[in-house]
């Protein structure tokens, strides 16, 4: 179901004129790193805080 709202979500992006996607993330999340990494997400490197933890972000070209 996961996948499926995802890649709903993307081509919703992709009829509006979006090329790429980000989202954020923590490290405790490791399954959702995970879930994005196997659909196609790269980290795009920035790392700030959040409430002490590490938000990650990620980012995909569509």
Same mark, same amino acid.
């Given at each position: 179901m996961a996948s499926a709202l995802l890649?709903? /979500?993307e081509r919703e992006?992709?009829?509006s004129g979006c090329?790429?996607?980000?989202l954020?993330?923590?490290r405790p999340l490791r399954r /959702?790193?995970?879930?994005?990494?196997r659909h196609g997400f790269s980290p795009s490197g920035p790392i700030s805080?959040?409430?002490g933890m590490e938000l990650l972000?990620?980012?995909?070209?569509l």
């Open positions: 890649q709903t /979500a992006l992709e009829k090329t790429y996607v980000t954020d993330t923590t /959702a790193v995970r879930f994005y990494e805080d959040f409430f972000e990620y980012t995909k070209t």
